[in-house]
């Protein structure tokens, strides 16, 4: 059966600033995703804490609100069939060290802070988090 999903990526400023951005949106089109909406933004600290309100009592919270808000993001809307899972599984696991041959991560993630890239673990926080940053 057809599941065509949508779903939300972040390139983070860690992956921006070392002007990565090409290679990773070629790495999500040669994989089959269509990038429906984009646009690079810097954010604000308090952005970042509502986006990210799910870890609010995690000991890292701060520092990762700090570091989405530190420079430059380039946020886009995925489609593709199961595009939530194919994107997990594109990205690699959240901590580069960990992640496998051929993953986002493992190529370019410095660091589990410094991972170069956010993916919706789930259909339900892919609608919150697109709609987050594409309101109309
Ligand atoms: P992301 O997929 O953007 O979701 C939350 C982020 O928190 C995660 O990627 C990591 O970059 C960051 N993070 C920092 N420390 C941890 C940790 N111990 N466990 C999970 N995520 C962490």
Redesign the pocket.
């Known amino acids: 059966m057809n599941n065509t999903e949508q779903t939300l990526s972040i390139i983070k400023p860690d992956a921006v600033e070392r002007n990565l951005e090409n290679e990773i949106k070629q790495m999500f089109k040669d994989k089959g995703f269509q990038i429906i909406r984009e646009k690079k933004i810097q954010i604000e600290k308090s952005e970042a804490e509502s986006f990210?309100k799910v870890?609010e009592t995690?000991p890292?919270y701060n520092d990762?609100c700090a570091y989405l808000s530190s420079g430059p993001i380039v946020v886009m809307v995925l489609e593709k069939e199961n595009a939530v899972v194919g994107n997990r599984e594109l990205m690699g696991a959240?901590n580069p060290k960990d992640a496998l041959d051929g993953t986002i991560r493992k190529k370019y993630g410095i660091s589990?802070?410094k991972?170069s890239v956010?993916?919706s673990d789930s259909p339900e926080n892919a609608k919150i988090e697109i709609n987050f940053f594409f309101k109309d």
């Open positions: 990210y870890h995690k890292f990762l959240t589990i802070d991972n956010h993916g």
